[in-house]
């Protein structure tokens, strides 16, 4: 083995838990995967004879490719993620390893909308610290602050963070039984029995992409979030329903003739749903690629 397929071998070593700090950091996994390439380029540039802690590096590296992607994002102009949902991650079973990465510590779509509302620096902080536990004295010189300063940065995106994403249950069995209750009262029209299933303070999110103007649709509370019941009945009943995990906990995908229409993403909370996220953007669902 030559020096650069052995540094390649310590580089595949490390490349789940840089894919998984890369789609926190980003919520893109196309992004994602573009960032561990350049921290690969970078790695395969340097003088790595010289690095002590490679896994530590690479997840520098990392962090400040995707803290330039980010600000570059708000130079440009492009559509924030608020106004469109990140990327799902999306299994029968969450056995990959790198799939598992992408999506533990409850990394739900909900979380990832939130932590878009940060800003570059606090979001970068709040990852690394409080997601990855990287102490502050590595953070720093990625944000160009002092330790204190970072510190400082990750508290009060902390203080954003929570209580605005709700905590899914952790009982998958749990989280079926109110999903497949979802799908039942959606088949059947019934309102009332939305309504019964749905946390009163509810947030659904519809990202059709072009074909809605402006992004994303969201409509908050039970009885408007039910109100849409003739959408729901129209899905359950027209296309192939099946249960899949998306970021990890209960949701489904929707398919006709084979085709991926929607992906949904449920957070259920105390035995109720509290945020429905859907993704029917088909410019987007062309890269998913489901055996479906």
Excluded at 106 to 114: F, I, T
Excluded at 134 to 163: H, N, W, Y
Excluded at 179 to 200: E, H, N, Q, S, Y
Aim: proline share 5%.
């Amino acid at each position: 083995m030559n020096e650069r397929d052995f540094l390649a071998e310590r580089f595949e070593e490390h490349r789940t838990h840089l894919k998984a700090v890369a789609y926190r950091m980003l919520g893109s996994l196309a992004e994602a995967d573009d960032a561990v390439q350049e921290a690969w380029l970078k790695l395969a540039r340097s003088e790595n004879g010289d690095i002590d802690n490679l896994g530590g590096w690479l997840t520098t590296v990392v962090g400040r490719v995707c803290l330039d992607m980010l600000r570059s994002r708000r130079l440009r102009g492009e559509t924030p993620l608020e106004t469109r949902l990140p990327d799902p991650v999306v299994s029968d079973q969450v056995t990959d390893p790198e799939q598992q990465a992408l999506v533990a510590d409850s990394v739900g779509l909900a979380l990832l909308v939130v932590l878009e509302s940060l800003n570059p620096a606090e979001r970068l902080a709040f990852v690394l610290h409080d997601m990855f536990g990287m102490p502050f004295e590595e953070i720093a010189p990625i944000v160009d602050r002092t330790p204190a300063a970072a510190r400082k940065l990750a508290s009060r995106a902390r203080r954003r963070v929570q209580g605005a994403a709700p905590d899914p249950d952790p009982d998958p069995v749990t989280q079926r039984r109110v999903v497949d209750a979802f799908l039942t009262a959606a088949r059947g029209g019934d309102l009332d029995g939305l309504v019964a299933i749905l946390d009163p303070e509810v947030v659904l999110r519809a990202d059709s992409g072009k074909t809605l103007p402006g992004g994303m649709r969201v409509i908050r509370g039970a009885e408007a979030v039910a109100g849409q019941a003739a959408t729901f009945q129209r899905m359950a009943t027209t296309s192939h329903t099946h249960p899949a995990l998306v970021n990890g906990t209960a949701g489904l995908v929707n398919t006709i003739d084979g085709r991926l229409i929607s992906i949904m993403s449920f957070t259920v909370t105390a035995g109720r749903i509290a945020e429905i996220d859907i993704l029917s953007d088909p410019d987007r669902l062309a890269n998913f690629a489901l055996d479906r």
